[in-house]
């Protein structure tokens, strides 16, 4: 993800070496840039977010930041732009800050053109337990860092947990024992277990494909993978009627489009997706592809 840079001048938490503030410096000899990136551009509702957050001195001064994540400024919007409010157990380490270490103001002295990471646990000062998109950007002092994105499926619901989804899922491999090299696709079948029809967004980037070796290591991404991976989960408005009790296909995922699966060896594969309706994730059954020289 590439990270935009924004630069500002003037004072940014700067602290002497005494713990006392510095007075404000001018454009022309001060200026930072903040920028930020995840690797968790989805992930289940119940999970950690952590944000990686890059301070760089773009001057020709050395000073003392004060970086600590309670100290930057947070913006969490929702889908529908507005602000998500803030975990209660950070509302008050907000009205405590001198018995919280996330606000201990520890100077770190930040050399020309050095620049720090810090590594942010967003969930713990924002909820953010409902599944949606939600834009994250981080301000110290004057600057704005870029904006990310991250999308919060809903949390998965074991068999027998007591929750009636509204579908179930079937997969099927076109070929349960295919060349290296060869196409690799697997059919995708849904049924609908509610009384009523039901219309089910089939786009590709509904679904999240879990695929690993017999080691237990996940498959790598190809480039297109990458891409596609950035956008799981979200949907695209491409509905599929589903008829009462009924089981439709939903098409053919061609698996060696987006994984290497180039190595012989059994692969096992299994895809889920959001049932909106219970907000939970469905789970299909699990399939295992052997991959021949």
């Known amino acids: 993800m590439k990270s935009a840079e924004i630069l500002f001048a003037g004072l940014i938490f700067l602290i002497a070496a005494n713990g006392t503030a510095q007075s404000v410096q001018t454009a022309d000899t001060t200026s930072l840039s903040v920028s930020i990136s995840t690797d968790q551009n989805t992930l289940m509702a119940g999970k950690q977010l952590k944000v990686n957050a890059d301070v760089k001195n773009t001057s020709t001064k050395v000073f003392n930041a004060v970086p600590e994540c309670g100290q930057f400024q947070i913006s969490v919007l929702d889908a529908k732009g507005a602000a998500v409010p803030q975990a209660e157990g950070y509302r008050q380490a907000i009205k405590d800050k001198s018995r ?101 967004d089939n786009a590709l980037t509904a679904y999240i494909v879990s695929i690993r070796d017999a080691s237990g290591g996940s498959a790598a991404l190809l480039e297109p993978g990458k891409l596609w991976q950035k956008n799981q989960g ?20 061609p698996l060696s489009d987006f994984y290497d699966m180039a190595s012989p060896g059994e692969y096992i594969v299994q895809l889920s997706r959001a049932d909106e309706k219970t907000n939970t994730v469905v789970k299909s059954n699990t399939i295992r592809i052997t991959i021949t020289p």
């Open 234 to 253: 979200k949907g695209g408005g491409n509905s599929v009627l589903l008829q009462p009790g009924k089981e439709a296909g939903l098409g053919l995922l």
């Open 100 to 200: 919280n270490p996330t606000f201990r103001r520890t100077a770190v002295r930040l050399q020309p053109a050095e620049t720090r990471k810090w590594s942010c646990t967003v969930t713990d000062m924002y909820d953010l337990s409902q599944p949606g998109e939600y834009t994250i950007q981080f301000q110290l002092g004057a600057v704005k860092s870029n904006a990310i994105t991250v999308t919060i499926t809903a949390p998965v619901v074991e068999s027998g947990a007591g929750v009636n989804q509204s579908f179930s899922l079937h997969i099927e491999a076109i070929q349960d024992i295919v060349k290296a090299g060869s196409k690799i696709e697997v059919g995708i079948y849904a049924t609908n277990t509610t009384e009523q029809p039901k219309q089910l």
